[in-house]
């Protein structure tokens, strides 16, 4: 999608209003996806840490089996060498240990890549936001100076 350059000083003061609106608006979503994102690449990083707990050492040794996010039942923990992976859209896949570590290292790496794309495209919003409140500001005390001199006449 490519962007359209909108030289600010050929908008009028409404314009302007409109304009900081939308971006306004734009920084609200990117901030949400932002967090959204972070959230994410915090329960990838869980499931590395809950993959490496899944040893040699722990095998037989009881857990809690989460049946929902506040209801547990006992249980033990036979399979230390393979786990269950959601790979999203309700499908799951057995992997080992480690091929499962790999790939939440993986959706880890394109989060991370997505979340520094989000933040540059952020930064640029912000500026752009910047100009336009100093133009704004401009035009409003321009708005003055000619109200003032009409007075004046």
């Known amino acids: 999608m490519a962007q359209q350059k909108i030289e600010l ?10 304009v900081k609106k939308q971006l306004e608006e734009e920084l609200s979503h990117l901030t949400s996806s932002f967090g959204q994102l972070k959230q994410a690449q915090n329960r990838f990083a869980d499931c590395i840490e809950s993959c490496r707990a899944v040893d040699a ?3 037989d040794k009881t857990i809690l089996v989460p049946l929902t996010s506040s209801l547990y039942v006992p249980g033990k923990l036979a399979n230390v060498e393979k786990v269950i992976v959601d790979i999203g859209t ?9 091929d499962a570590i790999k790939f939440y290292n993986g959706k880890v790496d394109f989060v991370k890549e997505n979340l520094e794309k989000i933040q540059t495209t952020v930064a640029q919003k912000q500026g752009n936001l910047r100009s336009l409140v100093d133009m704004m500001q401009y035009k409003m005390q321009l708005q003055q100076q000619e109200q003032k001199a009409a007075v004046k006449a």
């Open 9 to 18: 000083q050929d908008l009028d003061l409404q314009q302007l209003v409109e």
């Open 57 to 59: 050492s722990n095998k």
């Open 90 to 98: 309700g499908y799951y896949v057995e992997k080992t240990t480690e």
